[in-house]
């Protein structure tokens, strides 16, 4: 209990040289509970000691271990305590954006009315006090979230369900790029996506931290047990593996909401069970991916009915066309390609491809009856991948539908719409999978499932026609995809 003006003036100053500290006088709301204090854990000092450090941070966390009150606690400290910081916190929504700095307000309301300052800003995006000129602005995960907004500090919470977290990674980097600090702090949301990258990248400039769900010290075995058999009994015990994991594998496990939940690796993953040179059909199907990534999927199909992926070119950042025809070319030269689908709003590639004499055309891009084929091919077993096309691999265990909260509910819905973030490889093998289905006619034959194919011929756009008839008369045209977060080229291999 402060008692006089010179202990007030004490605390102050003590608070100001310490954060781990500060969370002595924050109180927080509990759902249960009501107004209590902030509960200092074991994890939750160090985590204060760390951030207060200025270092960047990929915080990794089981839910309900108090970091989102710890983040919120930390924001104000920074706008008490240092003069002229620029906090920018980029949540997943609009919801969660304005929850957050409504929470940093109750942290800022609630402290000793002597280690308070009057705020001069304070609507639904931005906090400021006045006295140290200091603000902080939350924003939703949009394509342009954070763009115009120079920062000391950028955190993401529960970054790995960002719509847009590659863009929003490479605007806010470039906001803290003189020396700034970044927190990044998420659950995990399966083995993909921008999260997942960043923690398995040797070179992140960045701190890493699991904390998982025995951190807290109330919580054992019994607990566990109890709360999965509760979950169980109302079907969503799924949701609560995967948001209270033991270790960073659990954390980075897609435990629901997969769009190919049959896809195994003992029914779909094998070495081409023939040559590229005996498939009945070659096709190939490519996402360019605005570069992120730009996927090429060669698939062969065998008289009778099986169809095997046989490589892939899975590369982010820039790529140019020239790079991306050469591959296509390698395949070409061994046996020709019967067809190749392109998203139709790269016009300039599919001239690209056809000025080099490749069979190109504008992928059929009906979402719901691809993944319907894909889908059916995968649960009979008669679609298989090399075992070397690990991006595609990894994207088939990880493609999951949108999920969204409904107000008041703490778990998680599924739509029926895919989340496309890192799935240019899904996107890729469903075009090469319509295009076998849609550009060829299928006669059954005794004994065989769907055999004996004949191509449907389809003119080509005049546009495309013309470009490419520009490009064979040397008229090159090199048109670099839109540079995404560029960490790792893969390696680009021709398969057997």
């Known amino acids: 209990m402060v008692s006089s003006r010179a202990e007030a003036v004490a605390e102050m100053q003590l608070c100001a040289r310490n954060f781990p500290y500060f969370l002595k006088y924050v109180r927080i709301r509990d759902a249960n509970k009501g107004i209590v204090p902030f509960e200092v854990w074991p994890h939750s000092t160090q985590v204060a000691k760390d951030w207060q450090s200025g270092e960047s941070w990929l915080e990794g966390k089981a839910r309900q271990l108090g970091f989102s009150w710890e983040l919120a606690a930390f924001d104000d400290w920074l706008l008490l305590f240092r003069e002229q910081a620029r906090i920018l916190s980029i ?110 990248d040797p070179d992140l400039p ?10 807290r010290p109330d919580r054992d075995n019994d607990w566990y047990d109890r709360e999965y058999r509760a979950y169980l009994s109302q079907g969503k015990a799924m949701f609560f593996r995967r948001e209270n994991p033991e270790t960073v594998e659990e954390m980075f496990t897609a435990f629901v909401g997969l769009v190919y939940e049959s896809f195994s690796d003992e029914k779909n993953v094998r070495p081409a069970p023939w040559r590229w040179e005996d498939s009945k059909y070659r096709v190939a199907g490519i996402d360019p991916g605005q570069g992120d990534p730009f996927a090429i999927i060669p698939i062969g199909e065998h008289a009778d ?48 491809l056809r000025s080099r004499g490749l069979p190109a055309y504008a992928a059929n891009k009906e979402r719901g009856t691809g993944i319907a084929l894909v889908q059916s091919h995968l649960e009979s077993g008669i679609h298989t991948v090399e075992p070397d096309c690990v991006n595609t691999i990894r994207e088939y265990k990880s493609y999951r539908w949108a999920e969204h909260r409904s107000p008041g509910e703490a778990d998680p ?84």
């Open 413 to 496: 819905y599924t739509t029926s719409t895919p989340v496309d973030h890192h799935a240019d490889a899904m996107d890729g093998s469903r075009y090469a999978k319509m295009g076998l289905s849609l550009s060829f006619s299928k006669t059954p034959q005794a004994g065989q499932p769907d055999v004996g194919l004949k191509v449907i011929k389809r003119p080509p756009k005049p546009n495309e026609d013309a470009l490419a008839q520009k490009l064979s008369r040397g008229q090159g045209i090199t048109k670099p995809n839109r540079a995404g977060p560029d960490y790792r080229t893969r390696t680009v291999r021709v398969g057997r």
């Open 206 to 215: 960045f701190r890493k931290r699991f904390t998982g769900w025995r951190s």
């Open 91 to 200: 949540s997943l929504g609009q919801r969660e954006s304005i929850e957050l700095l409504e929470k940093v307000k109750f942290v800022h309301g609630q402290l000793p009315s002597w280690l308070r300052l009057a705020p001069n800003l304070s609507n639904q995006e931005t906090f400021g006090i006045g006295a140290t000129g200091s603000v902080m602005m939350a924003l939703p995960s949009t394509e342009q979230g954070g763009r115009s907004f120079q920062a000391s500090i950028v955190q993401f919470d529960e970054f790995a369900f960002h719509p847009y977290a590659g863009a929003n990674y490479v605007a806010a980097r470039s906001a803290v790029a003189d020396g700034g600090q970044m927190l990044i702090v998420s659950t995990g949301n399966g083995p993909n996506g921008m999260f997942h990258e960043m923690w398995n």
């Open 305 to 352: 009915g099986r169809s095997h992926q046989f490589g892939e070119f899975y590369e982010r950042g820039t790529v140019d066309y020239q790079t991306a025809v050469e591959y296509l070319m390698e395949w070409h030269r061994r046996a020709k390609f019967h067809g190749i689908f392109v998203d139709g709003a790269e016009g300039t590639f599919i001239a690209t």
